[in-house]
């Protein structure tokens, strides 16, 4: 059986842009998304830049309690994903939403989640720990 995938629109959450359109402009003026991590000290590690988000806020997307459950990189796709349907422009309607889907799966979520998860499990108790941490 063949089956078609059609890609309807596009969405962007890069270290040079969070969204499509600019980071494409400063793609094409050959700009660089390197710089500096400020997501954590970094005194004590050998390298300190990365291409690192900037100025991505979650409740542009969602709600601040749904961010909160989110590891970064879930609320990244999830950013994406809504740019990329609304960019598509299709309408859903009773008569075609059985032909429109997304599937998203992660095995084991983020490497933040894992750090704070463990963390908490070391220095407090499993209660304290994330339903969603696997």
């Known amino acids: 059986m063949t089956r078609r995938v059609v ?7 890069s270290p040079l842009a969070n969204d499509v359109e600019n980071t494409w402009k400063r793609l094409l003026k050959g700009d660089s998304g390197i710089n500096t991590i400020e997501w954590f000290d970094t005194e004590s590690y050998p390298t300190r830049f990365c291409g690192e988000v900037k100025n991505f806020d979650p409740a542009d997307f969602m709600n601040p309690k749904d961010a909160k459950r989110c590891d970064v990189f879930i609320q990244y796709g999830l950013a994406a994903a809504d740019q990329a349907f609304k960019d598509s422009g299709i309408e859903v309607r009773e008569d075609n939403s059985h032909r429109i889907g997304v599937v998203i799966g992660s095995g084991i979520g983020g490497i933040t989640g894992i750090e704070n998860n463990s963390v908490l499990l070391h220095e407090t108790s499993p209660k304290k720990i994330s339903p969603f941490f696997v």
């Open 7 to 13: 890609i309807t629109g596009l969405g962007m959450v």
